[in-house]
């Protein structure tokens, strides 16, 4: 093996080398630290009981999202618990003079969606923060991942990590996809096929044609996803469709800097003959429109399947919770919920696609349908390019920014019982409320379960 190549996790993750234990772990330096609400007043309370500052608050970006309100934002929350997060996320960060973009904020949103709007998320960065879909931001080729709460404390500290150097692992997607499929799908398939523990102790590269020819809003999916099957974190390389994206955002580099910074991240790929500790390989061509039917996102099937047969006593008891049986057809399961949002599916291409199959048509009478945009810029877009009247017109409801009915932690939740079809990440029991039945979904194949009230495969291939 020659030991000067290198691959992308190894270029971004040396350049982040503050110093090496012998033999041990390694101690990192943070770029870019997201917080939000849920995760970080514990952080600030423990920085303040051992007398310690923030070291670099300029390094930190925070929004408020898991438990705010997606109706009346601009009135009092009514729930204490998640009133009182938001106040003291307040406090905190104008004590510390730490920027944030809370509620009434032009640049609220869910913070793995505002990040990289605004250009705050480059190529070649670490990027950290107290959630574990913090992977989202690996779409840019940067190394990011979701810490702990005393990580969250010793980032404040010293803007530094002390970690092991996670494995690396190759996953190549080649070939043409099928009609309707979209990267939710190509991420639900892999799950499918490698299991939620499959990527357990790596981070891990999307190489090939299919990732290549995605847009970002459909690699940060991709990325977003990467945890749910035990990764540490997914990457894709920077390119054109990177650089075209991050140009002229808000907080993007200018003039000669951009120039600079481009030059570098350039260099940003994989080197030929590199060595990974595992690589995995998928034809595009075995993929098609996807959903779970258990409660983790690794039980998912294509819509053409039937429900499988339990392999071992956990399926059976996710078969018996989601209230399914072997061998039935997907299009038996009446839908009554279909949530389109969340930090995997809450960008404005999502809605393009879900509005675009939409249009012309009335959504299901027995369905509830939420459409849930991931910031106040996508909102603003929703409205300019007429995507409001679409949703509206066809009896969906569209709501504030916020992460919603993904985990229920404010008031969107699924009934007992009920099926959601959910365009987010996750489908583990009360994951979106107590004893709810969430399946995981892309937003074209949520938005045809809404206007049909069941799941269904597309009529054509064409």
């Known amino acids: 093996m020659d030991n000067n190549k290198k691959t992308l996790f190894d270029k971004v993750w040396d350049a982040h080398v503050v110093e090496t234990v012998p033999d041990g772990p390694q101690i990192i330096y943070i770029d870019k630290h997201l917080i939000h609400e849920v995760t970080s007043p514990q952080a600030f309370a423990e920085l303040e009981a051992r007398n310690l500052e923030i070291f670099r608050p300029k390094q930190i970006v925070a929004t408020a999202d898991h438990n705010v309100p997606t109706w009346n934002q601009d009135k009092p929350i009514r729930d204490e618990l998640s009133r009182n997060q938001v106040e003291q996320l307040t406090e905190n960060c104008k004590k510390n003079n730490i920027e944030l973009f809370g509620l009434g904020h032009p640049y609220q949103g869910i913070v793995h969606i505002i990040a990289p709007e605004l250009g705050i998320t480059q190529p070649g960065m670490s990027i950290v923060c107290g959630d574990s879909h913090t992977s989202t931001h690996g779409a840019f080729g940067a190394i990011a991942f979701g810490i702990g709460t005393s990580q ?193 599916n809450a960008r404005i291409e999502d809605f393009r696609s879900a509005a675009e199959y939409i249009k012309g048509k009335s959504k299901s009478e027995s369905v509830k349908a939420l459409i849930v945009p991931g910031s106040q810029q996508v909102v603003k877009q929703i409205y300019e390019e007429g995507l409001d009247k679409i949703f509206n017109d066809a009896g969906f409801q569209i709501r504030q920014p916020g992460c919603s009915a993904c985990l229920a932690m404010n008031d969107d939740k699924i009934p007992e019982g009920e099926y959601c079809v959910s365009t987010s990440n996750r489908n583990f029991e009360g994951r979106q409320g107590q004893g709810a039945r969430t399946i995981l979904a892309s937003p074209l194949t949520a938005a045809k379960a809404a206007i049909e009230g069941r799941i269904s495969a597309f009529e054509s291939l064409n």
């Not at 951009?258 to 500790?277: C, I, N, P, R």
């Open 152 to 344: 969250v404390a010793q980032v404040f500290a010293s803007q530094c990590l002390l970690l092991n150097k996670p494995k690396s692992m190759r996953i190549t997607v080649s070939g043409k996809l099928n009609p309707h499929v979209q990267p939710k799908d190509v991420i639900l398939y892999i799950i499918s096929k490698i299991g939620t523990d499959g990527g357990t102790g790596y981070f891990c590269e999307y190489a090939g044609n299919v990732f290549e020819e995605m847009s970002m809003e459909g690699r940060m999916t991709v990325c977003n996803m990467s945890i749910e099957m035990g990764a540490r974190g997914g990457m894709i390389a920077p390119d054109k469709t990177t650089f075209d994206y991050v140009k002229d955002k808000t907080y993007a580099p200018k003039r000669e800097e951009w120039h600079d910074k481009v030059a570098y991240w350039k260099t940003l790929t994989t080197d030929e003959g590199a060595v990974f500790d595992k690589e995995l390989t998928f034809n595009a061509a075995d993929i098609f429109p996807m959903i779970t039917y258990g409660t983790n996102p690794g039980m998912g099937i294509s819509v053409h399947e039937v429900i499988p047969v339990p392999q071992n006593e956990s399926e059976e008891k996710a078969l018996q919770y989601m209230g399914l049986k072997a061998g039935q057809e997907v299009t038996a399961i009446e839908v009554h919920h279909v949530f389109i949002g969340s930090c995997t």
